[in-house]
């Protein structure tokens, strides 16, 4: 394994940011990652786990050791839709491998961006799903312990967009692979209002799973910009969620204001999208950061940004939607 140093991670981050990382290594096996953090142990600097870097927002150079986690491998249990696949493979390439081998239910989250090893530390969700439906346990190297640890589902403490791997004190958590039950008959799952419009006048029964997954791709591609083409972590903030009495008060001052069931007592969820488009993001620029044309939840580099562009727009666009609507949006993307 080599390590390499002064390295720019533009291609190691989907914002396409230049920043430099004063280490760099990436890892294939266990044996690997802890070589990795040992070198950063013994050099005496932090060291910042990663993997497709499509959640993250490097604001400056990182002092330390970048490991970029590389383990690939996908391990069909059973018949019955049993997996478990390794860290570093490629989502959206992983739902489809699963669709080639009949096991259905991630198609709704198609076309998200990043590695899988991310996808139970955000609990990625998209289109009415949620990933944490689908998780039986989560493989880890606790660096505490000196052990790889198997997290129960429950262990994983899940909610939205959250887990308890984006916690600070589970820093020494570091994600090696997942193991997923799905379906093996056809459950495809249309309950999205985006679905519905792509399938409106269809029957049900003859839609399959594969649809579904065209469907989605369809409506990504049509509203999301492709990182490779356009520098984006997709949402910037995740949707708020406001307690009922505060969406009644909003009502009042906007009767059009969309709000769905939050799955919590008492608390109703906002498209963050909404709250700004009202604020009028949509479209708009600082420096070399700017707010998609057509999604204002989604912030682009559109002209070499750097990390202080993009984060400066961000901090500007949540204070514009907090002093308008009362409401704080919190990042679903990682500053570092």
């Not at 579904?212 to 083409?229: E, G, H, T, Y």
């Not at 001052?253 to 009202?278: H, M, N, Q, S």
Request: hydrophobic share 40%; with cysteine.
């Amino acid at each position: 394994m080599n390590f390499h140093h002064g390295v720019d991670l533009a291609p190691y981050n989907s914002f396409g940011v230049h920043t430099s990382a004063a280490h760099f290594c990436e890892v294939t096996n266990l044996s690997e990652l802890k070589e990795a953090l040992a070198f950063g142990a013994a050099s005496k600097v932090p060291s910042l786990v990663i993997g497709g870097g499509s959640n993250i927002l490097l604001s400056a150079d990182y002092p330390g050791l970048v490991i970029r986690i590389d383990f690939k491998s996908i391990e069909w249990l059973n018949s019955d839709g049993l997996v478990r696949v390794a860290a570093g493979e490629n989502w959206h390439e992983f739902v489809k491998s699963c669709m080639n081998h009949g096991f259905y239910g991630l198609e709704n989250l198609a076309l998200i961006p990043g590695t899988v090893g991310a996808a139970p530390i955000q609990n990625i969700g998209a289109y009415g799903v949620e990933l944490e439906r689908f998780v039986v346990s989560v493989s880890v190297y606790d660096g505490k312990q000196d052990k790889v640890v198997e997290f129960s589902h429950r262990d994983c403490e899940f909610g939205y967009r959250d887990s308890l791997f984006k916690y600070p004190d589970a820093r020494h958590l570091i994600v090696l692979g997942v193991t997923l039950q799905l379906a093996t008959e056809q459950t495809p799952n249309i309950s999205y209002g985006a679905l519905q419009a792509e399938f409106d006048g269809q029957d049900f029964a003859g839609i399959t799973n594969q649809a579904v997954f065209d469907a989605v791709c369809r409506v990504r591609s049509s509203k999301l910009p492709d990182p490779k083409i356009l520098g984006n972590a997709g949402s910037f903030f995740k949707n708020p969620l406001v307690s009922e009495s505060k969406i009644e008060s909003l009502k009042e001052a906007f009767p059009d204001l969309p709000c769905f069931d939050a799955g919590e007592p008492g608390l109703v969820k906002i498209p963050a999208a909404w709250l700004l488009d009202k604020a009028g993001w949509r479209g708009r620029r600082k420096g070399g950061a700017g707010v998609h044309q057509q999604h204002a939840l989604v912030i682009v580099n559109v002209d070499d940004a750097s990390g202080e562009d993009i984060a400066l727009l961000a901090q500007e666009m949540a204070s514009s939607v907090l002093g308008r609507f009362g409401i704080a949006l919190e990042c679903e993307v990682k500053l570092v």
